[in-house]
């Protein structure tokens, strides 16, 4: 093949490969740091979200303790008010 006609050939496959469409690395350290900033961002948020959960789990806790306890005070009070009524029921002997 002579020189001119290999000539166009080198050009095209020299410049198809030149703007083959790589990435510069300038170009995946910006793309990457978009992307780094929005992880973080949502990391964050999820820490957050975390925090706020085992605050509602504790505080729930809390409340079932508190139920229980009241529940348990008012099994006694109903025991009591129970004895009371008995007492009051019961027919008074005659004072002679």
């Not at 020189?3 to 510069?24: D, N």
């Not at 973080?40 to 806790?61: H, I, K, M, P, Y």
Request: charged residues 20%.
């Amino acid at each position: 093949m002579p020189l001119t006609k290999l000539a166009p050939v080198m050009v095209i496959t020299a410049a198809s490969l030149g703007l083959s469409g790589c990435a510069t690395k300038q170009f995946v350290r910006e793309q990457v740091a978009v992307v780094n900033a929005r992880v973080d961002t949502l990391e964050q948020r999820v820490g957050a979200n975390e925090a706020a959960t085992r605050e509602a789990q504790s505080a729930a806790q809390a409340a079932g303790t508190a139920a229980q306890n009241n529940g348990q005070r008012i099994d006694q009070l109903n025991a009591r008010v129970d004895g009371l009524e008995q007492r009051m029921n019961k027919p008074k002997r005659a004072r002679n």
